[in-house]
Nanobody
Framework: QLQASGGGLVQAGGSLRLSCKAS????????MGWYRQAPGKQRELVTT???????GYADSVKGRFTISRDNAKNTVYLQMNSLKLDDTAVYYC??????????????WGQGTLVTVSS
């Protein structure tokens, strides 16, 4: 239901853009977001965006990362600038989706690896 892409290897200070597209039976999508899990650490919330475009960011990424969404394409994006070594992690997208005739379900993407090198 959620397909993430855009991860890769980038030098510190560089940029990457992640995408996550929802597919299947979709009547409505409410909140969408990105989480990340670094090696040996718990998964943490990075950023969220509501259906009205309202956004929230973890303090660690404020001013560097920007979340956006294209409702016509059922896609959420994460623009990551000024990347730091600490941003290295597997990034997961998340979306609350209501399928036709169904109830709200929280879906997770498969994860995309972002590696920041010095």
């Amino acid at each position: 239901q959620l397909q993430a892409s855009g991860g890769g290897l980038v030098q510190a200070g560089g940029s990457l853009r992640l995408s996550c597209k929802a597919s299947g039976s979709i009547f409505s999508i409410s909140n969408m977001g990105w989480y990340r899990q670094a090696p040996g650490k718990q998964r943490e919330l990075v950023t969220t965006i509501g259906s009205d475009g309202s956004t929230g960011y973890a303090d660690s990424v404020k001013g560097r990362f920007t979340i956006s969404r294209d409702n016509a394409k059922n896609t959420v994006y994460l623009q990551m600038n000024s990347l730091k070594l600490d941003d290295t992690a597997v990034y997961y997208c998340n979306a609350n989706i209501r399928p036709y005739g169904g109830n709200w379900i929280a879906y997770w993407g498969q994860g995309t690896l972002v590696t920041v090198s010095s």
